[in-house]
């Protein structure tokens, strides 16, 4: 299993342009989720999925879309690209069909993205 | 609103000795309660997470935490520190309530000194 796969791994922007950060993975795991983390504040939960079809908001949702058309992707969609979203941006995906003790975030190797 | 409280940025503690990194935590229901680790320019590794039943959780890598009820908190130990645990922790917190939003705390960095 390659796990929670990103791409790409680093990305300049210039701000107002849009792009999407892609996130995929093979564990047909139900739930998957968008964090940013940024020096001195930890993760912060951007959106996140349970199923197909189903999304809702984090903590920090605005600037940002998601869709989840499979449960394979779960991409993250910047509309108009903004300085402040400089970050870096994890995604993690989990089981839920098994209870709590299955529930366990594991997580992709990161997109750097700087917004000049 | 559910929030997690790590209160130390750093933590220096030398190789051999025990080690403490601490996480306190507020929630509406029941916590459920987690340790990731995350190394340089690398994603979170999973530790250990309580859910319920015995307050001391073991997990990866030597690693144990404390879940405290009444003082709300859930406090990672080792017995014995190694250099190679140096890395970034973060404590998280998902409530019982339904919903799948995980709080993280800021992070307390770890370094294990020779």
């Known amino acids: 299993n390659a796990g929670v796969t990103q791409t790409p791994k680093f990305q300049v922007l210039k701000t107002g342009q849009s792009m999407t950060l892609q996130c995929a993975q093979d564990?047909?795991?139900?739930?998957m989720s968008w964090y940013r983390q940024d020096p001195g504040m930890g993760l912060r939960l951007i959106h996140y999925s349970v199923g197909a079809g189903i999304t809702d908001q984090g903590e920090v949702p605005n600037g940002y879309n998601v869709s989840r058309s499979t449960t394979e992707d779960f991409p993250l969609r910047l509309l108009s690209a903004a300085p402040s979203q400089t970050s870096v941006y994890f995604c993690?995906?989990?089981?839920?069909?098994?209870?709590?003790?299955?529930?366990?975030?594991?997580f992709g190797p990161g997109t750097r993205l700087l917004v000049l | 609103a559910q929030s997690v409280a790590q209160p130390e940025d750093q933590v220096n503690v030398a190789e051999g000795n025990p080690l403490t990194v601490k996480c306190t935590y507020s929630?509406?229901?029941?916590?459920?309660l987690f340790w990731y680790v995350q190394y340089p320019n690398r994603g979170l590794q999973f530790l250990l997470k309580?859910?319920?039943?015995?307050?001391l959780v073991k997990g990866s890598y030597g690693f144990e935490a404390e879940f405290n009820k009444s003082q709300t908190s859930f406090h990672l130990k080792k017995p014995s520190a190694l250099v190679s645990d140096s890395a970034l922790y973060f404590c998280a917190v998902r409530d019982g309530s339904g919903t799948y939003k995980y709080i993280f705390g800021t992070g307390t960095r770890l370094k294990v000194l020779a």
């Open positions: 309580y859910i319920t039943g015995d307050n």
């Open positions: 564990m047909n795991h139900e739930y």
């Open positions: 929630v509406s229901g029941n916590p459920y």
């Open positions: 993690a995906s989990s089981r839920t069909s098994g209870g709590l003790r299955q529930e366990t975030q594991y």
